[in-house]
């Protein structure tokens, strides 16, 4: 049995000998800044109003660690458009101009109604923060999409009301 064993390993040593080695696996190459994956205005767009949406039923529903976190991711993306999109197409004014002078005032309104858990401050600066986004759409060339308070809930699988203590 020894010596068949030995047989084999010489047979396969052998075969082996005049095979070429395989060829190294090259390294992926490196992903050039222009390459790198960034999102499209519009793909942030439309995270910003599910936010806005989800901001509102959590204001409403009493929430308010919902609506900080909301509002958190609201202005995260704000930040987005300005690093992703400073300039767009043919706009006459750019998000990386209009953003920072029309959305920080309303977003720290919120912030403050938020904290403070008032309802009714939060509606006020909502609307005021709806009202921002009009007009900077208005001022990019985007006037034609306009938000407003929702009037249907269109996340009926999510909770918005407070977990109880």
């Known amino acids: 049995m020894r010596r068949w064993i030995a047989v084999a390993l010489l047979s396969f040593g052998c075969n ?7 060829a190294a696996t090259p390294a992926p190459a490196p992903i050039a ?6 999102p499209g205005l519009g793909e942030i767009m ?12 959590s204001g409403q529903a009493g929430n ?5 976190y909301e509002l ?8 987005d458009i300005v690093k992703y999109h400073p300039t767009h197409e043919e706009s006459p004014v750019a998000p990386k101009d209009a953003i ?3 959305i920080p005032g309303p977003l720290k309104d919120l912030q403050a109604a938020v904290d403070g858990k008032d309802k009714k401050a939060f509606e006020t600066a909502y609307d005021s923060l709806t009202s921002a986004c009009n007009d900077c759409h208005q001022a990019t060339n985007f006037g034609f999409n306009r938000l407003q308070r929702p009037a249907a809930n269109p996340y009926p699988d999510q909770l918005f009301a407070a977990p109880k203590k």
């Open 16 to 22: 082996r000998a005049g095979t070429p080695a395989p």
């Open 100 to 102: 920072p002078r029309m």
């Open 33 to 38: 800044a222009a390459d790198a994956y960034a």
């Open 64 to 68: 308010w660690d919902l609506a900080s």
């Open 72 to 79: 958190k991711e609201l202005s995260e993306g704000f930040d």
């Open 46 to 57: 439309t995270l910003q109003q599910m936010r806005h949406t989800k901001l509102w039923f």
